[in-house]
């Protein structure tokens, strides 16, 4: 799927396929609490790098 990379994109993609923060930074290599602070918007937006790792562990291709 292609998708817009936003806070609430990673969020719903993420429990739409059953993940929750700790299963997703396993796959990504990122901590939870980093997830946890990229869906909440409190960091400045990722880098490219960030983002399509996060795509490539939920199986997506996120654009910005």
């Known amino acids: 799927f292609l998708v ?3 806070p609430v994109s ?3 993609i993420r429990e739409g396929l059953g993940l929750n923060r700790y299963e997703l930074a396993a796959l990504s290599g ?10 909440r918007g409190e960091r400045v937006r990722p880098s ?17």
């Open 10 to 12: 990673l969020r719903i």
């Open 30 to 39: 990122m901590s939870a609490s980093y997830l946890e602070d990229l869906e």
């Open 48 to 64: 490219l790098e960030i983002i399509a790792k996060l795509g490539e562990s939920l199986n997506v291709i996120f654009f910005t």
């Open 4 to 6: 817009e990379y936003t």
